[in-house]
């Protein structure tokens, strides 16, 4: 499978008007920012209704992520799962990956071979990250907005749902 090098030139972070944040994602930015998770949600989050059908917590970005840093994550060592597994999750064929990012003349994916494999990835991270956003969309389905007390039962039920993927996770390539 191709390895991918990112060239670090951050257009992927401004190309989109929201980022999504799973449960748990909210927790550990809001514990790394120093704020509590309704403060964090407040100030840079919201509920949106996707393209794809579903409400989801974002953090938004009308004019670009508002954690990118001189083309870096600012919160990189805590930043959602979604943009974690970038751009490896979308498990597409390279040849395929290349046509979705071709708007963006920088990205080094654009640099990479043609290939009917997708890129390399960490299954175990794509396991946590499908199971992140099966959990979040449930939870905010029918959801206007942030309530604390429940979003804390959630987050916690889902702390434990990752555990056991930890646990009996075998990676099968
Ligand atoms: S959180 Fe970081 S990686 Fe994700 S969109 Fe914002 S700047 Fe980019
Ligand atoms: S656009 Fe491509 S090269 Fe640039 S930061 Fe995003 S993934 Fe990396």
Same mark, same amino acid.
């Given at each position: 499978?191709?390895?991918?090098?990112?060239?670090?030139?951050? @257009?992927?972070?401004?190309?989109?008007?929201?980022?999504?944040?799973s @449960?748990? =994602?909210? #927790? &550990?930015?809001?514990?790394?920012?120093?704020?509590?998770?309704?403060?964090?949600?407040?100030r840079?989050?919201?509920?949106? +209704? &996707?393209?794809?059908?579903?409400?989801?917590?974002?953090?938004?970005?009308?004019?670009g992520?508002?954690?990118?840093? =001189?083309k870096?994550?600012?919160?990189?060592n805590?930043?959602?799962?979604?943009?974690?597994?970038?751009?490896?999750?979308s498990l597409?064929?390279? &040849?395929?990956?290349?046509?979705?990012?071709?708007?963006?003349?920088s990205?080094?994916i654009?640099?990479?071979?043609?290939? +009917?494999?997708? @890129?390399?990835?960490?299954h #175990?991270?794509?396991?946590?990250?499908?199971?992140?956003?099966?959990?979040t969309?449930?939870?905010?389905?029918?959801?206007? +907005?942030?309530?604390?007390?429940?979003?804390?039962?959630?987050? =916690?039920?889902l702390?434990?749902?990752?555990?056991?993927v930890a646990?009996?996770?075998?990676?099968?390539?």
């Open positions: 499978m191709p390895d991918f090098e990112c060239a670090c030139c951050g @257009l992927c972070c401004k190309r989109d008007p929201y980022y999504a944040v @449960l748990l =994602d909210i #927790e &550990t930015i809001s514990a790394g920012l120093g704020m509590s998770p309704v403060e964090f949600f407040n840079y989050c919201a509920v949106v +209704d &996707t393209p794809g059908g579903f409400r989801y917590p974002v953090i938004l970005a009308p004019e992520c508002p954690f990118l840093k =001189d870096l994550c600012g919160i990189h805590i930043k959602p799962i979604g943009c974690r597994v970038f751009p490896e999750s597409l064929p390279v &040849t395929i990956l290349k046509k979705s990012v071709r708007a963006i003349q990205c080094a654009l640099s990479l071979p043609d290939s +009917d494999e997708p @890129l390399k990835t960490d #175990e991270l794509m396991a946590k990250r499908d199971l992140s956003f099966e959990h969309k449930a939870y905010f389905e029918e959801r206007e +907005d942030f309530d604390e007390p429940s979003w804390a039962v959630a987050k =916690d039920n702390i434990k749902v990752l555990s056991d646990r009996n996770y075998r990676p099968w390539s």
